[in-house]
């Protein structure tokens, strides 16, 4: 007999999205979060102060060791990466023709201004 009385679901088992550990498969690890935080290398406890105050400012979370080794250097580039990031920018947008203009005389900006 046929399949077409006897059926018993689908044939070929497909993957679920939940096979990949989650729904979200690809996220982005933020830099910084209380889950991913900074790992950030120190060279004096006094410098270890100034950084978690920098740290502090800026809302991040981070993980700070200090190495009193010698020659040791200084590994503070994730947090500066993410200090220096600027404001967001936003430009005024210009007036459209039929909108009143924007020198305050009560006409439409094609007819003054425009």
Do not use: W
């Amino acid at each position: 007999m046929s399949d077409k009385f006897f059926y018993k679901g689908r044939q070929d088992a497909r993957q679920h999205h939940t096979a990949y550990g989650g729904f979200e498969t690809r996220a982005s690890k933020k830099a910084g979060s209380k889950k991913y935080p900074l790992n950030l290398v120190v060279t004096s406890e006094a410098r270890k102060q100034e950084v978690e105050a920098q740290v502090a400012e800026a809302g991040l979370y981070a993980n700070i060791t200090v190495d009193l080794s010698e020659g040791a250097k200084e590994s503070i580039s994730e947090l500066t990466a993410l200090s220096g990031k600027g404001a967001t920018v936003t430009t005024a947008k210009a007036p459209s023709r039929n909108d009143p203009c924007t020198c305050g005389s009560g006409n439409k900006f094609k007819k003054c201004c425009g």
